[in-house]
C-alpha cells in the first residue's frame, strides 16, 4: 500500500513563527503536492514538485515555499506564519505516468 | 472562472437509495482528466474514480459512477445503494494535461446518509 506520511495531525504556532510541516511518501513517487484546504474553498494547489530540487507554483504559493533535497521528503516552509494561514494542509504524491494522486492524513495547523 | 463548480453544497439521502452529485468543469484543453475523491471527518482524502477526456464509456467502480457528458462539460458522480458509511464530503477535481500536474478542486458537496 502507498503510504504518504505527515508529521504532524495538529499544530498550533504563534503569528510571526518559522513553520515547517513535512511530508515523506514511501512509493518513490516522482511528484509531490502541497495544498490547503478551507470551507468553502476546497482544496487549492501551493506547491508541487516533480523531482528532486525541482518546484513549481501552484495558485497560492504566496507566504510559503518548499524544499525537497530528497525524493521521499517534501517540505512546506511558512516563513512567517500570519493568522490567515490558519488551515487544513494536505500533501499527496503521484507516480509518472498515472493520474491518480495518494493523499496523507492532513495537518490541521492554526496560528494564534 | 471557476475550473470546477460543485453547486451542492449539502445533500442528503436515505439508506439504499441512489444519489447524484453534480459537478461541471471548465477547460480549452481536449485532454483532460475527472475524478471524484470522498474525505470522511478523519481527513483523509479518499480516490472514487477517474474519467479520461478521451474515455467514450463511463467509468464504474463498484457502486460508484461517473456520469460524464462531455458536450455540457459535467462530470456528475452517482452512488448507487447508499450506505452509512457514505456520508462524507466529495471533490470534484480536474487534471489539465497540458499542465501535469495542476489539479483543480471544487468545493465539495457534504452527504449525509439517513437511516
Known amino acids: 500500500d502507498v503510504k504518504v506520511t505527515q508529521s504532524s495531525r495538529y499544530l498550533v504556532k504563534r503569528t510571526g513563527e518559522k513553520v515547517f510541516l513535512e511530508c515523506v511518501q514511501d512509493?518513490?513517487?516522482?511528484?509531490m503536492f502541497w495544498y490547503r484546504q478551507d470551507p468553502g474553498l476546497g482544496l487549492r494547489l501551493i506547491y508541487f514538485?516533480?523531482?528532486?530540487?525541482?518546484?513549481e507554483k501552484g495558485d497560492i504559493p504566496e507566504g510559503y515555499s518548499v524544499s525537497r533535497e530528497k525524493k521521499e521528503r517534501f517540505s512546506l516552509i511558512l516563513e512567517s506564519a500570519s493568522t490567515n494561514q490558519t488551515s487544513m494542509y494536505l500533501c499527496?504524491?503521484?507516480?509518472?505516468?498515472?493520474?491518480?494522486?495518494?493523499f496523507g492524513p492532513g495537518t490541521r495547523l492554526t496560528v494564534t | 472562472a471557476q475550473k470546477i463548480t460543485q453547486t451542492q453544497p449539502g445533500m442528503f439521502v436515505q439508506e439504499k437509495e441512489a444519489v447524484t452529485l453534480d459537478c461541471t468543469y471548465d477547460?480549452?484543453?481536449?485532454?483532460?482528466?475527472l475524478f471524484w475523491y470522498k474525505q470522511p471527518s478523519s481527513g483523509e482524502m479518499i480516490f472514487l474514480i477517474y474519467?479520461?477526456?478521451?474515455?467514450?464509456q463511463n467509468a464504474t467502480e463498484g457502486r460508484y459512477s461517473l456520469n460524464f457528458q462531455k458536450a455540457r462539460k459535467s462530470a456528475n458522480l452517482v452512488i448507487s445503494a447508499s450506505q452509512l458509511g457514505d456520508s462524507a464530503m466529495y471533490f470534484c477535481?480536474?487534471?489539465?494535461?497540458?499542465?501535469?500536474?495542476?489539479?483543480?478542486f471544487g468545493t465539495g458537496t457534504s452527504l449525509t446518509v439517513i437511516p
Open positions: 499527496a504524491s503521484r507516480p509518472d505516468g498515472t493520474y491518480e494522486q495518494y
Open positions: 512509493m518513490d513517487h516522482e511528484n
Open positions: 514538485s516533480y523531482d528532486v530540487k525541482m518546484k
Open positions: 477547460t480549452s484543453d481536449q485532454s483532460y482528466g
Open positions: 474519467q479520461g477526456s478521451y474515455d467514450e
Open positions: 477535481a480536474m487534471r489539465e494535461a497540458v499542465f501535469g500536474n495542476q489539479f483543480y
